[in-house]
């Protein structure tokens, strides 16, 4: 089986190749990714205008430099796999279009894909074990923050969501504040591992960063009285600059508070044998080394998997392995006419 992947949901145009035989795990042949990062960084953030007309210009370039990777003709594809939603709709159109006309042009069936699903999908390549159900889902995002069930493939229930901001929302707007550009991820996570490497027991924390709806008795998270902290303590502190580094520090050490214990506290009532954290934030190692450590003494015998690095911020290889997984459960795919842009949430 050999599956073409389209990922455009947001500013990322990529395109992968995925190749299985037989019952032995799926491979990625290709995973190319167009990144739009320099020409938004300029604006602060992404301009969904700028962002449609990049893909436009990317995505041929994308596809077929996947299928010259991966020494992949189009007759030999299996099926061909797009990300449907959710995202910016201008910037899904390029995917979907891009899709459903090689679907036709080259006779192949079309299968449109959920972007979280996708996400949740990355952990499932190149598992080290095989991973045990129920599973606790934690998938954080520039876009998107949420807690799911997964209690076999297919089976994936919602328990939990942002009510404000996404996570990578509160790691950009924070970032933002602070000067550090976009994306702010990477920046807030650098700053705070150099702030955390002075010393060598974990730092008292003096700024008083809130963790909002830690104790809610729900799932839900929300991010806005986080960043909005953040804001009222920079305004009142003349000398912060000095400290930027504390600042990045706490202020993620509060967001990872929040996705590390919500996500426990799921585990625990779900009786999960895995956790899985997905996602953009996901490539966050100070994240994934407090949700081991956390696990490890809350939970001891349940399992943490994490996706690959590159397999963490938008691709298209993890819509490739969503894809893998609906054909192998013989899931309908749909002909090429009936795919349609999605917007909503619903998996
Ligand atoms: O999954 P993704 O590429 O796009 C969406 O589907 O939204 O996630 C992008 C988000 C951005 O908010 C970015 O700041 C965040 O992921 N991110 C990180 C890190 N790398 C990317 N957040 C924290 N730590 C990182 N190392
Ligand atoms: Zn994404």
């Known amino acids: 089986m050999h599956i073409l992947a389209i990922e455009s949901s947001c500013d990322e145009t990529a395109a992968a190749i995925l190749s299985a035989k037989g019952s032995a795990k799926p491979k990625i042949l290709s995973n190319i990714i167009s990144s739009q ?11 969904p205008e700028v962002a449609a007309r990049e893909h436009v210009l990317n995505i041929i370039p994308v596809v077929a430099e996947a299928l010259n990777k991966a020494k992949i003709k189009p007759n030999q594809l299996t099926a061909i796999a797009v990300t449907k939603g959710p995202g ?62 997964m ?14 901001d996404a996570a990578g929302e509160a790691y950009d707007k924070g970032a933002k504040m602070l000067g550090l550009g976009y994306p702010g991820g990477p920046a807030i996570a650098k700053l705070a591992a150099n702030y955390r490497a002075k010393f060598s027991e974990k730092p008292k924390e003096t700024l008083d960063f809130p963790r909002p709806m830690m104790n809610s008795g729900d799932f839900d998270f ?26 990045c520090y706490e202020y993620q050490e509060a967001i990872l508070d929040l996705l ?9 009532k779900y009786q999960a044998e895995s956790i899985i954290a997905s996602g953009g934030v996901s490539a966050n190692s100070r994240l994934r080394e407090k949700l081991i450590e956390r696990t490890s003494i809350v939970l001891p015998k349940t399992q943490v998997h994490f ?13 490739a392995s969503a894809a893998f997984f609906h054909l192998s ?19």
């Open 37 to 47: 990062i320099d020409i938004h960084s300029q604006y602060g953030g992404v301009i």
């Open 88 to 149: 910016l709709i201008t910037s899904l159109i390029s995917g979907m279009e891009t899709a459903r006309t090689l679907a036709y042009a080259w006779n192949k069936p079309l299968i449109g894909l959920n972007h979280i699903e996708g996400h949740i999908y990355a952990a499932f390549l190149e598992l080290k074990k095989d991973l045990k159900f129920p599973a606790v889902v934690l998938t954080v995002s520039g876009g998107h923050t949420l807690i799911a069930v």
């Open 151 to 164: 209690k076999a493939h297919g089976n994936l229930k919602i328990i939990g969501e942002t009510r404000d």
């Open 222 to 247: 929300s991010f806005s009285g986080l960043k909005t902290s953040l804001l009222y303590k920079l305004k009142a502190d003349t000398k912060w600059k000095n400290k930027i580094e504390q600042y």
């Open 260 to 268: 590390v214990e919500k996500s426990l506290k799921a585990a625990k």
């Open 307 to 319: 996706p690959e690095m590159s397999y963490t911020t938008d691709n298209a290889a993890m819509i």
């Open 329 to 347: 459960r013989k899931a309908k795919i749909k002909p090429w006419q009936k795919e349609k842009v999605e917007l909503n949430l619903s998996l």
